[in-house]
């Protein structure tokens, strides 16, 4: 991550990478209209990305870094002029400061976070999604157990090494906690670099 120019934006490198291919499949799964809340925003860059492309929604970034905020806020003001400013939001906390939204999105957060930021991900997402409404992820992981490819499996001993908490999860484990919750998985999608984009549904 670096930061450039003048103003208080930052940049990660994977987001010119991987924002077109999730913006495609953003396309085929967002609803007409209503709030997309999007988790761990980091930089920004994606909603900052995203935001003026589906113009007949309202971007809603958040992070619980809220020194992330100022770069999510100078991209907003660059780029996406609409976007809301930035709530700060722990996936992990019992109560999260939105009450509904129609869509979520989460990029590489769950593999990056301790297993219980997942578990309250889905546990907010049950809480907030109106009936039918979407939970996109995006990131590494297993599938059956096994990493499907090897740049997956040394990614994920270099995550444990920085935090045991962290590394790639196994995509049945996040299913089943999911469904717990009351989201119907619906498809998972393979995307550049090993990565996936796995959608949910709240049932109806």
């Known amino acids: 991550?670096?930061?450039?120019?003048?103003?208080?934006?930052?940049?990660?490198?994977?987001?010119?990478?991987?924002?077109?291919?999730?913006?495609?499949?953003?396309?085929?799964?967002?609803?007409?209209?209503?709030?997309?809340?999007?988790?761990?925003?980091?930089?920004g860059e994606h909603g900052a990305y995203f935001a003026p492309r589906f113009s007949n929604l309202t971007w809603q970034p958040?992070?619980?870094?809220?020194?992330?905020?100022?770069?999510?806020?100078?991209?907003?003001?660059?780029?996406?002029?609409?976007?809301?400013?930035?709530?700060?939001?722990?996936?992990?906390?019992?109560?999260?400061?939105?009450?509904?939204?129609?869509?979520?999105?989460?990029i590489n957060m769950i593999h990056i976070s301790p297993w219980r930021s997942c578990l309250g991900l889905m546990a907010g997402a049950g809480r907030i999604l109106e009936a039918g409404g979407i939970l996109y992820l995006y990131?590494?992981?297993k599938i059956n157990g096994e990493h499907y490819a090897e740049s997956n499996a040394a990614f994920d001993q270099s995550l444990r090494s920085r935090d045991p908490e962290w590394g790639v999860r196994n995509l049945d484990d996040v299913i089943e906690v999911a469904q717990k919750e009351g989201l119907q998985f619906q498809q998972y999608i393979e995307m550049p670099a090993n990565n996936l984009s796995v959608i949910f549904a709240k049932a109806n």
């Open 1 to 43: 991550m670096s930061q450039q120019g003048q103003d208080d934006r930052l940049f990660a490198t994977a987001v010119q990478r991987n924002r077109e291919p999730i913006l495609k499949v953003l396309e085929q799964v967002l609803p007409a209209a209503g709030t997309v809340l999007e988790i761990a925003s980091g930089t």
């Open 62 to 106: 958040s992070d619980a870094n809220t020194d992330m905020h100022k770069s999510i806020l100078a991209w907003a003001k660059t780029e996406a002029p609409l976007m809301k400013p930035p709530l700060a939001l722990d996936a992990a906390a019992d109560t999260w400061p939105i009450e509904q939204a129609a869509a979520i999105v989460c």
């Open 139 to 141: 990131g590494p992981y």
